[in-house]
């Protein structure tokens, strides 16, 4: 049987991470529980990268989504520690127990297009910074 085709279209206006909203309408986004579990030796936390919303991580190697941009520190300007990355969690898939339909505007954890937060910290001067990249 064949997918039914369904229409997509961003509105970005609509994404609490536009730069087009005025500050005054930003409020805090939806609240999500994170169960931390630490992953055995030789394995990944991110075991498929093609599963977009599910890559949400702490430690280990940043999945880039795009080419790699580990940031300096800004006092040092030595290489930073990467501490995490936040994925667009609610992007629409089956796979994802997080997914909101795409088209209900309902969505507030998509950055760019299924993109990726990365956050680094400079332990030596704690400071930290962090990267976004569009899927
Ligand atoms: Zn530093």
């Not at 599963?51 to 080419?67: A, F, H, M, N, Y």
């Not at 940031?71 to 997914?99: L, R, V």
């Amino acid at each position: 049987m064949k997918k039914p085709f369904k229409e997509f279209r961003i509105d970005w206006t609509d994404n609490v991470c536009s730069k087009n909203q005025s500050p005054s309408a930003k409020k805090p986004l939806r609240e999500y529980r994170i169960k931390f579990e630490k992953v055995p030796k030789g394995k990944k936390a991110v075991p498929d990268p093609d599963k977009l919303g599910i890559r949400s991580k702490l430690g280990g190697e940043p999945d880039w989504v795009q080419s790699p941009e580990i940031p300096e520190c800004s006092d040092c300007k030595q290489p930073m520690t990467f501490i995490a990355q936040i994925d667009s969690m609610e992007h629409d898939e089956k796979h994802n127990p997080h997914a909101i339909d795409c088209l209900s505007r309902q969505q507030q954890y998509m950055f760019g297009d299924v993109g990726m937060i990365y956050v680094f910290m400079c332990f030596s001067c704690m400071t930290t910074k962090s990267v976004v990249q569009c899927g």
